[in-house]
């Protein structure tokens, strides 16, 4: 009897055992975020890295840029007390007063942003890629601690024809400089693709990188996926390249990777598109590893603004990173290791606001 309710005493507290590790199990789900949106955002004051493999793999990369489309957002507001960004111009469709801002038939001037935009469409379109493009230097210039005092030119074509006409490529890349000038796909079909906000934060970055630099000669990988982190591309390329994890590498070594995003535009469409996306997934995730695992974003921009001031940039990198560049890319290879949310995690929508 005694040995029996011994038994009856241990089979009790196995199953106790387990009820505690099942509940702590899902209070750790629940606290673990299930939306890019809900990942710590990219600060000065982040602490590297940002995040741990279990949110990562539950989230998806962050991707901050499509809160302006939830319905709790609220616009943002500078130190000054001014209203920046999303509506902050235009709320549903009118246009709101600010002195800076002029309109004409097809221009828009506003702060250091000029674009010019076909008449035809409504301007609507234009003045929200305004506020997409006031949002990202907003946040750029704090982030690279770094402002360019030239105007910025934009051109938005007509369509997609105009678009590949003006600029040679079509709608996988959103945008081209072309001198002075930056020719982006029509603002009403990167709105409409959820994509324009991204565009502004990347074509802001590689705006900024390249001033920061001064021209010093810098791999293609450091100035693009720098963009792409900054841009929180990570969902898009995760969403994009998904169909193809079956049947090639999504994934490139750093020559590889460097040679694509050093070259013109391949003449077939379709291979482009797979070239670009997947050299441009690489750069992120060279960037990735860069700021979140090895000494977070004021050693890159470091090295940047050293070289930029003249100092060869080999020399900066060995003192920052303990290798000059080329050793610094072997190093930050991501086929070596497994990208940050997993192969398998399921593709995320940071499109749709998170479930309340």
Known sequence: MLQGSQETARILRRAALAILSLTAAAALAA??????????????ASTFPRFTAEQLQAAGYPDHKHVHTYPDFTPFVDAEGRSYGPQSL???FTSLPREVLVVDESEIRYRNVHMKFPAEVHVTNFIAMIEALDWADHELTVLLAHTVADTLRIVSPFDLYGYRQQTEQ???????????????????ILLARGLAVHAAFHLTARRLIADLAGGAELPAWLGEGLASYLAEDGPHFHAQLAMYRASRPIVLAPAATEAILAAPAHEDDETDKVLYRTAGYSAFLMAWELVENRGGLGKVRELLARSGAGEQPDVVCRELYGSDLAQLAAALDPTLRPEPVGADVPVKIPQQPPTP
């Open 170 to 188: 079509a709608f996988h890349r959103l945008y081209r400089n072309l001198g002075d000038v930056v020719v982006i796909q029509p603002a009403q």
């Open 31 to 44: 606290d673990l975020p299930e939306h890019p949106s809900q990942l710590a955002p990219l600060t000065p």
């Open 90 to 92: 235009l709320r549903r």
